[in-house]
């Protein structure tokens, strides 16, 4: 049974949802960010002595990889090696969809890091989560809808089961403490296939002005992502994955957090209704 879990990124989208989940089953939590406080344990993934302290006495980890890194597993590899060797009996990694979509290189760093994590030698979960419906209120598609009323990406008509963060963290709650889930491989999506034009939509009602998407190419959105300082490598990353979307892999729809929390996952609605504030200007 899991006592106590360390969880990275403990400030984001996902990690930050996790902890008072984990804290009301009964868990200790360790919750390592990049910015040390007396409620976060520092962990920078460049530098490996932060590594020790953060996994010492834990029983299992939620991983998350450095950010807008494409090819993580250089630093991912010795800490999965130093986890295994300070007893730490389960983990719980955070992927992608993406992972199965086509053209999806072999080689690509997301995938060495899934085998990385299933050859660590521990208790492995694999959580690939679609679209985080985040993305419109935390990240980067928010500077669009607050400066020019408009999502723009390079998916046309293509849909995505947009997935809210908290479901994401709801599943791996479960799995970094019960028994039965391991190994596994969950695609985690929401519970309907949006187009971002639908989207942009709810949106709208929920923010109260017209939101619209506006479609543009691939070259035009990676020149966004590198103009926000996304390296070259990673925006490639997420412009393959817009453009499978477009042809129609993310439309995939899955069961997975009734099927795990035994609850359904929350409408891309009500996440709208409850993110209002953050489309709000001034």
């Known amino acids: 049974m899991t006592t106590t879990a360390l969880v990275l990124g403990a400030t984001g989208k996902s990690g930050r949802r996790l902890v008072p989940l984990l804290q009301a089953r009964g868990v200790t939590v360790r919750a390592a960010s990049r910015q040390a406080s007396p409620h976060h344990t520092l962990f920078h993934w460049d530098q490996p002595e932060t590594h020790q302290a953060a996994l010492d006495g834990v029983d299992a980890v939620y991983l998350i990889g450095p950010d807008f890194v494409e090819d993580p597993s250089n630093v991912i590899a010795p800490f999965l090696d130093r986890a295994k060797q300070l007893g730490v009996k389960r983990v719980v990694a955070i992927s992608s969809l993406g992972v199965d979509f086509p053209h999806e290189p072999a080689d690509s760093g997301r995938r060495k890091v899934e085998q990385l994590v299933m050859a660590s030698g521990m208790e492995w979960t694999l959580l690939r989560p679609g679209g985080f419906s985040q993305n419109f209120s935390e990240s980067f598609f928010l500077p669009g809808i607050l400066h020019a009323d408009a999502v723009a990406t390079a998916t046309g008509d293509g849909a995505v089961?947009?997935?809210d963060a908290g479901d994401i963290a709801a599943v791996a709650a479960v799995a970094l403490t019960e028994r039965g889930h391991a190994p596994a491989i969950?695609?985690?999506?929401?519970?309907?296939?949006?187009?971002?034009?639908q989207a942009a939509?709810?949106?709208?009602?929920?923010?109260?002005?017209?939101i619209s998407h506006r479609k543009i190419s691939s070259n035009e959105f990676a020149t966004i992502l590198q103009g926000g300082g996304v390296p070259a490598d990673y925006a490639a990353v997420v412009v393959r994955d817009q453009e499978a979307i477009r042809d129609g892999a993310g439309a995939v729809v899955t069961d997975i957090v009734e099927r795990v929390t035994g609850r359904p996952?929350?409408?891309?609605?009500?996440?709208?209704?409850?993110?209002a504030a953050a489309w709000t200007r001034g």
């Open 161 to 163: 089961a947009f997935v």
């Open 186 to 197: 969950y695609d985690i999506t929401g519970p309907q296939s949006l187009t971002f034009a």
């Open 201 to 210: 939509a709810i949106i709208s009602k929920a923010a109260g002005r017209e």
């Open 265 to 275: 996952p929350m409408s891309f609605e009500t996440y709208a209704a409850n993110a």
